[in-house]
């Protein structure tokens, strides 16, 4: 899996997809499912964040390796997500 160089910290659908690899549809789809954020600028279009990228390439690796439709795929990345938060207070208290 190859991923372009981003230097923007927003981008148009066409980019964003272009950039983590997919079909802008599937982009769409992933936003309507809550699984990928989506801004709107003061006076701009909608655009999503760079940071997204990683969790697309989060998102394919679970739909594809792991065979989870996308609604798996959202619990999956919700307890991963409170999994993270959890080490990270942990390593606070440390």
Known sequence: MTFALVRAT????DAFADAAGVHPGLVTRLVALGLVEV??????????????????????RLHDDLTLNYAAVGVVLDLLDRIDELEDRLARRA
Do not use: D, K, Q, S
């Open 10 to 13: 927003r981008l148009p659908l």
């Open 39 to 60: 801004t709107t600028g003061p006076a701009g279009p909608p655009g999503f964040p760079v940071r997204e990228l990683a969790r697309v390439a989060r998102i394919r």
